[in-house]
């Protein structure tokens, strides 16, 4: 709802960088960051790539790849990396930057609160620089690592967070009847989702609800705040990136990865894992300082407690080489209906809003973007599109 985030989320308020001029459909365009610096000056294992002249060889081969019948694996890579890159560039205080293949529902009130109240994060321990939606939570699929009784479990306790929240208005009857999807109530959709989240037992890295690591992510949607971490969040990510696809064993990555070559998934998995350990290794050594000198003052001797190690576990990324030591940024789950892969079903038609087939697909939580992965092109345009949000969102 343009209307809606303008009003509340107005180009002054948010420090906008650069202003469009030019009677284009957007408010702000970012100047386009230039891949081919990166790679030329990236440092792969420590050694250089060798110059223009490394990076433009590459670059020729990975040209005459296909992939999906739309590009080449060259404009793949350097798609990928200068997009990393403009993240550090973000326009708003708030920024929710999306894939070109998502589109938004249109829900009447409740967008703007709910990218609000994730960069505010109340229901946390810190302020997260950076939030992106967990793979398995995306597209609710075995293959992604979904796992059907956790989340069954993790909408209940969600349910029952609303319902009982001390948060702002949250427990009144009328955000139940209305699906907390009005401004005044959906802040209580991330503040008992962030609090669910990060209590959740049997998880790799709390707040994130994955139970093994290396911790995983979908793309489609990132929110990202102006704040130093973020900068640091996307340099990191940009150089981790081009360290590793062009590395002097790229031919070897591109051979076993086929078409998933230049895949950004991957790195960010490794970084969000050890930046995740990180932060909680920090934070229980805190908690294990304070009660020592409890423990002094009382005349006891506490043990030291068992933390967690900083390694990405199973991360087949980087096992080779060391991960950034300067990270200092913070990471955060984002709320899942702002990147949901909806089920081809849902744009087929053949749902009944009846069923509780509709609260399976979902979870049961409000839809604000779904990424459609082109069925947007197979299945009825924009209006089959909102069709399906419809559906998405019929249960309150």
């Keep these: 709802n343009r209307g809606e985030v303008d009003g509340a989320n107005s180009l002054d308020e948010q420090g906008v960088l650069l202003r469009s001029t030019t009677g284009s459909l957007f408010d702000v365009v970012l100047q386009t960051s230039d891949p081919l610096l990166h790679l030329a000056s990236a440092e792969p294992d420590g050694n250089e790539i060798g110059g223009n002249a490394s ?3 590459m670059l020729r081969l990975l040209s005459k790849l296909n992939f999906r019948n739309k590009s080449s694996l060259a404009t793949k890579m350097l798609s990928r990396i ?6 550090a560039r973000a326009p708003f205080n708030i920024t929710l930057f999306l894939d070109d293949d998502t589109v938004f529902c249109e829900l ?6 709910v990218l609000r109240a994730s960069m505010s994060a109340r229901a946390l321990t810190y302020k997260p620089d950076v939030r992106m939606v967990e793979r398995h939570l ?6 992604k690592g979904f796992n059907a009784t956790s989340e069954a479990i993790r909408q209940a306790s969600i349910a029952a967070c609303l319902r009982s929240s001390s948060e702002s208005g949250c427990a009144n009857t009328m955000c139940a009847e209305a699906g907390w999807a009005a401004d005044r109530c959906a ?3 991330v503040s008992c989702f962030d609090q669910v989240s990060a209590s959740l037992p049997g998880t790799a890295c709390p707040p994130f609800s994955q139970a093994e690591p290396p911790l995983s992510f979908n793309g489609g949607a990132i929110l990202i705040s102006k704040r130093k971490g973020a900068k640091r969040f996307a340099a990191d990510w940009t150089r981790e990136y081009v360290s590793y696809w062009a590395a002097d064993d790229w031919q070897a990555k591109l051979a076993a990865a086929g078409i998933g070559f230049a895949k950004d998934q991957g790195v960010i998995a490794a970084l ?3 930046s995740c350990r990180r932060r909680n290794r920090a934070a229980a050594r805190k908690i294990q300082l304070k009660a020592e000198a409890a423990a002094r003052a009382a005349g006891r001797r506490l043990s030291s407690p068992s933390v967690a190690s900083g390694t990405t576990g199973g991360s087949e990324l980087h096992k080779h080489r060391p991960l950034p030591e300067g990270m200092r ?5 984002l709320y899942p209906g702002l990147n949901r892969r909806l089920d081809r079903k849902f744009f087929l038609g053949n749902v009944d809003p009846s069923k509780q087939e509709i609260k399976d ?3 049961g939580d409000r839809t604000y973007v779904v990424h459609h992965h082109h069925v947007f092109d197979d299945f009825g345009g924009i209006d089959g599109v909102r069709s399906a949000c419809k559906r998405a969102n019929i249960l309150k």
Excluded: I, Q, V, Y
């Design 55 to 57: 990076a433009e060889k």
């Design 82 to 87: 200068g997009r990393l890159a403009n993240l």
């Design 108 to 113: 009447h009130g409740g967008l703007a609160t």
């Design 138 to 143: 995306w597209k609710r699929s075995a293959d």
């Design 187 to 189: 802040h209580c959709l």
């Design 272 to 274: 969000a894992t050890t």
């Design 329 to 333: 940024w913070t990471m955060a789950p």
């Design 361 to 363: 697909a979902t979870g």
